[in-house]
């Protein structure tokens, strides 16, 4: 799953830059925050769960409620600090 993200990420990377350089500044905003809405509600009305499936096979149905939390702790830390993180990284 990691060398997927990692694949797409420096694809789409270099896609992002070219379509920034084309539409400028605001418009690979605007369609950045337009793809994410997309992709966010193309999720939402998905019929299967799958992938929640998969992650819950994994455990036993006796540890499937921690490794949940665990993951659901750290993808909350991620959401929440990755920016501010982020912009004290960049402002040094």
Same mark, same amino acid.
């Given at each position: 799953?990691? *060398?997927t993200y990692l694949l797409a990420a420096c694809t789409f990377t270099l896609l992002?830059?070219?379509l920034y350089n084309v539409?400028? #500044?605001r418009g690979a905003n605007q369609t950045a925050v337009i793809a994410a809405a997309l992709g966010t509600?193309?999720?939402g009305?998905? #019929?299967n769960m799958e992938p929640s499936i998969i992650t819950s096979d994994m455990d036993s $149905? #006796? /540890? #499937? +409620?921690?490794?949940?939390?665990v /993951?659901? *702790?750290f993808s909350g830390l991620g959401l929440g600090l990755g920016g501010p993180v982020? +912009? $004290?990284v960049s402002d040094r």
């Open positions: 799953m990691a *060398i992002y830059g070219c539409l400028g #500044r509600t193309a999720c009305f998905s #019929r $149905l #006796r /540890s #499937r +409620g921690l490794t949940q939390l /993951s659901s *702790i982020g +912009g $004290l």
